[in-house]
């Protein structure tokens, strides 16, 4: 089927283009970080970190814990005696698993989550999950995965979160009634229930049933198998794409559905994919995406012509850029990510300006060199770098804000533009 919607003509861009590779210090949040978004996702799941005290810090400042909520995360504290081997830390570990579920009967999947203590001492935290399911299946199921910092962006810990739950998805055999090989679409990646609601009743106009992963409860996996055919919604879970292509899920190349233009693209490819006619995909998606187009002009009004540096953090940089350039106007000084994954960013690259500086992974002190040496309007980065840049006069974004900010989708591409614009009006006022 050909495309109906007036997409700009594919170029190659940036397709063939060498990164600027580096590899030195990094300024980037731990895999921890991902736990923040996640457990809000799914709503009977609990992540509890074995990890030190600074992990601790980390999760409940960055989740802004209430002091009369039940959080559903919390750290099993590695101490001193765990670390000099003084003391038996998975009998340790059992004794506080065991006090959770008691505690806490609404937990039906516990996420053990390793950090960079936990990988010093190397606890094997497989063995612990295994020997914790023997104990509380089938009323709970207990995971593992790595959030630690030593080798990681803080969105790795999504991916690690997620690969660890594709080997106990369902397979279809097991859940279908009947006609249990006709293929089925799956949308792979965190999403707030507002987006995935939106994304959803549109997929749903066009006839197509789909299911999301993760759930909003661990209750309702999807099932996963030969029949699956999955659409990242996130750029950066390339190890649950590849665990779910171990399981015989075929994934469906697109560019993220970030911005109108993204998402048209987005569910163009699975439209293809299921021959979804022309006619019913525009009826689908008119209206929402005339919305969006007319909401995105009055941002483009500020943006156009600015000057925007990335620095490599969430993994979202080249998505974000594709956007800010082609739908906005914005001029790409350097998009660095922090790791280039060319097939996953295939479409995204052919839809980048030829010529455009990217980077991949970090040596900080010289990406900050460059970046004062352009002297950008905008630069989106991490926390830790915001500070220094707004003291040398330079406008920044936090990235990981985009990250927590529902941006995916029609609805959302207004706001998506406004956390660009938004500092840059706060400049002007500022200078006013
Ligand atoms: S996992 Fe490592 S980087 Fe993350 S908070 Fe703990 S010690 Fe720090």
């Not at 992540?47 to 209430?66: D, W």
């Not at 369902?170 to 965190?190: F, H």
């Not at 097939?343 to 980077?359: D, F, K, N, V």
């Amino acid at each position: 089927m050909s495309t109906v919607i007036p997409i700009r003509a594919e170029t190659s861009g940036c397709t063939d283009v060498v990164p600027l590779v580096e590899r030195g210090q990094r300024e980037v949040f731990c895999g921890l970080t991902g736990i923040i978004w996640l457990h809000r996702k799914i709503q009977d799941a609990f992540f509890l970190v074995v990890g030190s005290r600074t992990c601790a810090h980390l999760i409940q400042s960055a989740a802004g814990v209430m002091i009369f909520a039940e959080p559903r995360f919390g750290t099993a504290i590695i101490d001193e005696r765990d670390l000099a081997g003084l003391a038996d830390v998975h009998e340790e570990l059992d004794r506080v698993v065991q006090q959770l579920l008691a505690r806490r009967p609404d937990i039906r999947l516990l996420f053990l989550v390793g950090s960079c203590p936990s990988e010093v001492i190397k606890l094997d935290l497989s063995r612990a999950a295994e020997r914790q399911n023997q104990i509380h299946q089938p009323a709970v199921r207990v995971l593992n995965y790595s959030g630690s910092g030593i080798e990681t962006t803080f969105t790795q810990g999504e991916d690690a979160c997620l690969a660890a739950m594709v080997p106990g998805l369902p397979s279809p055999a097991a859940t279908a009634l009947s006609n249990e090989t006709a293929p089925a679409l799956m949308v792979v990646g965190t999403l707030a229930d507002v987006v995935e609601d939106q994304l959803r009743n549109l997929l749903e106009r066009m006839g197509l049933q789909v299911s999301f992963f993760p759930p909003r409860n661990s209750q309702n996996m999807p099932a996963v198998g030969p029949h699956t055919r999955f659409l990242l919604a996130q750029p950066f879970l390339a190890d649950t794409a590849r665990a779910l292509q171990a399981r015989g899920a075929q994934h469906l190349p697109a560019v993220f559905p970030l911005g109108v233009e993204g998402t048209t693209a987005w569910l163009q490819a699975a439209a293809t994919e299921f021959g979804v006619t022309p006619e019913v995909f525009e009826q689908a998606t008119a209206a929402p995406r005339q919305r969006a187009e007319k909401a995105l002009a009055v941002q483009r009004d500020m943006l156009q012509g600015q000057r925007i540096f990335f620095f490599p953090d969430s993994q979202l940089e080249i998505p974000l850029a594709r956007f800010v350039h082609r739908e906005l106007g914005m001029d790409l000084v350097e998009v660095g990510t922090p790791y280039l994954h060319r097939q996953h960013m295939a479409a995204e690259l052919a839809w980048l300006p030829a010529g455009t500086r990217i980077s991949e992974g970090q040596d900080v002190d010289r990406q900050l060199d460059r970046c004062l040496a352009d002297a950008p309007d905008l630069v989106v980065c991490g926390l830790g770098l915001a500070n220094p840049l707004e003291a040398q006069g330079i406008t920044t974004k936090w990235a990981i804000e985009l990250v927590f900010t529902p941006i995916q989708g029609y609805e959302q591409a207004a706001d998506l533009a406004g956390l660009f614009s938004r500092p840059l009006k706060r400049r002007l006022k500022l200078a006013a």
